[in-house]
């Protein structure tokens, strides 16, 4: 009995289906837009105007479709537009047939649908004023493309909001329309969430993956706390486009940096001793190439901190050089002052036993330009030592700069001459 029933069951499924369909289809069928009558008593009159001239109304029948499909009134009147195709459809069977006064009652009539789907646009637009404002947003941070799926979904909700205004059932529209615009902000929300937060979720996903929570525990900790945070600042504030870019790069460069030192951490972990030789000089020879391109000097007799203190004061005292430079340009019009260096000094706490030959001077000393060069009188650069590399050393600018301001302070400063001819 049972098998019978379910034999049944199956034998009438493709059939209800097909009934289903069908009640579908009669239910779209059935929704007329509400001007009908209007619309034929103005196709009406519009024959009378176009004469016994076929091809120019066909042609006026054409242009007529082209400007319902230019103004985008398959979104902002579908069942206008659905109605336009069909009559140009008969217009240009019956030109074909050789039938040329109903074409020109089927021309007739997509030009007064399209008079009529405009008229609805503007009632459209005014009707659903704030559903289009958010649109367009949607349309600005590129939903269509990032979230696809869903801007469908919704375009086709807001699609069936115009069809109801088109058929004359404005009080359906305004029960149906508030739910609408909470549908299209939320997918706002979550458009800005796909572009900045999913990113970085998805690689502290992955550095979670990698065991970074046991090889970085710290690092990960704090990528979990930026994520989160991230997550929330964009809830917040979706709407602030700059703020949502900022706040998901900052995540993102967290969780990057979590996986990236998780897998830096688990590496070392796993060296012997020649192996863990080896990275340390690899890792001092980018210190060299980096020194030597700055022209800083080859520091490879320092410990590998004391080589990036002192790689990173010399950068500084550059910068500081550049700028005073720039400050002292014919093009600018602010007076000379003589340059003082400020030497990089690294101390240690064994420096005064340290032989004399092993101190070397360091090139960070002579940097400053020819063209530029104070008289020898105003110059109080020291050479710039550098002791032999021990197990612990501090580099240390404070006086230096220090000196370096207090100089500059007591110097006189005199409104900038004529240069005047070399002998």
């Not at 024959?47 to 902002?76: I, K, P, W």
């Not at 140009?88 to 074909?96: T, V």
């Amino acid at each position: 009995m049972l098998r019978f029933a379910f034999n049944s069951f199956s034998f009438s499924t493709p059939l209800l289906t097909g009934l289903l369909s069908l009640s579908l289809l009669s239910g779209c069928a059935a929704q007329r837009i509400a001007n009908e009558d209007s619309v034929s008593q103005a196709t009406t009159e519009k024959v009378s105007e176009l004469g016994n001239d076929s091809e120019r109304a066909l042609s006026q029948a054409e242009a007529a479709y082209a400007t319902a499909s230019s103004e985008d009134l398959s979104f902002y009147a579908p069942l206008h537009m659905e109605q336009i195709q069909q009559a140009l459809k008969q217009a240009r069977s019956h030109e074909l047939a050789g039938d040329a006064q109903a074409s020109i009652e089927s021309s007739a009539r997509v030009l007064s649908l399209l008079d009529s789907a405009l008229k609805n646009k503007a009632r459209a637009q005014s009707a659903l004023s704030p559903l289009f404002a958010q649109k367009a947003v949607l349309d600005e941070i590129k939903a269509g493309s990032v979230m696809s799926a869903r801007y469908q979904r919704e375009m086709k909700e807001l699609r069936s909001l115009i069809s109801m205004i088109e058929a004359g059932e404005s009080d359906k529209v305004i029960d149906k329309s508030a739910g609408v615009l909470k549908s299209l902000q939320q997918l706002e929300l979550d458009t800005m969430l796909r572009l900045h937060w999913q990113p970085a979720n998805e690689t502290l996903e992955k550095a979670d993956d990698e065991d970074a929570d046991t090889h970085a525990p710290a690092t990960f900790s704090d990528a979990e706390l930026q994520v989160e945070k991230a997550a929330q600042t964009i809830r917040r504030h979706y709407q602030d486009r700059a703020l949502t870019e900022s706040t998901g790069k900052e995540a993102l460069r967290a969780a990057q940096h979590a996986l990236y030192i998780a897998r830096e951490a688990k590496n070392i972990t796993r060296l012997d001793s020649a192996q863990a030789e080896q990275a340390a000089l690899e890792f001092e020879g980018y210190l060299h190439q980096l020194s030597m391109t700055l022209g800083a000097g080859d520091m490879r007799h320092m410990a590998l901190k004391d080589q990036t203190l002192a790689i990173v004061q010399y950068a500084e005292e550059q910068a500081r050089r550049n700028a005073a430079q720039q400050a002292t340009s014919p093009n600018n019009s602010a007076t000379a002052i003589p340059e003082t260096a400020s030497p990089v000094v690294v101390e240690q706490p064994d420096a005064e036993a340290a032989p004399a030959d092993e101190q070397q001077q360091n090139p960070a000393e002579d940097t400053t330009a020819p063209e530029e060069a104070a008289p020898e009188k105003e110059s109080t650069a020291e050479p710039v030592t550098v002791p032999a590399a021990t197990e612990t050393s501090a580099v240390t600018t404070e006086s230096a700069e220090e000196g370096a301001e207090e100089s500059a302070e007591k110097e006189e400063i005199k409104p900038a001459e004529k240069p005047q001819a070399e002998d």
